[in-house]
């Protein structure tokens, strides 16, 4: 089993609309969350970190439950600019120095 | 405003032959660490840093070395590159090791023929 797995999409969503992806990790251990965007043939940027009591930066919103070892984004009022993909990254207790990333999952934001 | 500077951004290698990849920071990070990106792979972590003279391995180290003289260079050498080294590479800065962002270097292309 993948230490955090998510799934690749893509997923095709017209403009507006509002699209969730989950990841899950396996490491019940696990100390702190992010979620990164990644363009096309471009580096990862951090999106926005992931809290326990739940975060949200304008149109995002992260939720992390522990009991369920999953991460969540949700985007509302998709934009074409929201097109990238989008990677779940956890780091691992005792490996402070380790973040792991999921494989992604790819949004398509279509007119 | 560099960040994290990355070089070269392409790079076509033979068989056998060696190179460095080159990573600066110029935002006084004590951690670095370099990473490559394969298809359906995730980023998979090389090597990394906590500090200048400080490195240990990652996940996938075999091939590469690296070294940290000074708290803004972390280069990574590739010893004797190989076709299953044809990836896409990162190195990443961050304040402190998996808790704070990290910052990306743009990437570079690596062919291996």
């Known amino acids: 089993r993948k230490e955090v797995e998510q799934d690749p999409g893509p997923f095709n969503v017209p403009e507006g609309a509002t699209v969730a992806f989950n990841c899950t990790y396996s490491?019940?251990?696990?100390?702190?969350f992010f979620w990164y965007r990644q363009d096309c043939r471009k580096e990862p940027k951090l999106l926005m970190s992931?809290?326990?009591s739940g975060n949200e930066d304008g149109r995002f919103t992260a939720q992390l439950n522990r009991a369920s070892q999953y991460i969540s984004l949700l985007i509302r009022d998709s934009k074409l600019s929201d097109s990238a993909t989008y990677l779940c990254v956890v780091t691992l207790t005792g490996t402070a120095s380790k973040l792991t990333f999921g494989t992604g999952t790819r949004l398509q934001v279509m007119l | 405003n560099a960040g994290v500077t990355q070089t070269p951004k392409f790079q076509v290698l033979k068989t056998g032959q060696s190179m460095t990849l080159q990573c600066a920071q110029d935002?006084?990070?004590?951690?670095m660490s370099w990473y490559r990106q394969d298809p359906g792979m995730g980023l998979r972590l090389i090597h990394y840093s906590v500090g200048a003279g400080i490195t240990d391995q990652g996940e996938v180290p075999n091939g590469y070395n690296v070294s940290r003289s000074t708290t803004e260079d972390f280069p990574l050498r590739l010893l004797s590159a190989a076709p299953s080294q044809t990836s896409v590479y990162f190195c990443?800065?961050?304040?402190?090791?998996?808790?704070?962002?990290?910052?990306f270097g743009q990437g570079t292309r690596l062919t291996v023929v």
């Open positions: 490491n019940s251990a696990s100390q702190s």
């Open positions: 990443a800065s961050s304040l402190q090791a998996g808790r704070t962002e990290a910052f």
């Open positions: 992931v809290y326990s």
């Open positions: 935002m006084n990070h004590e951690y």
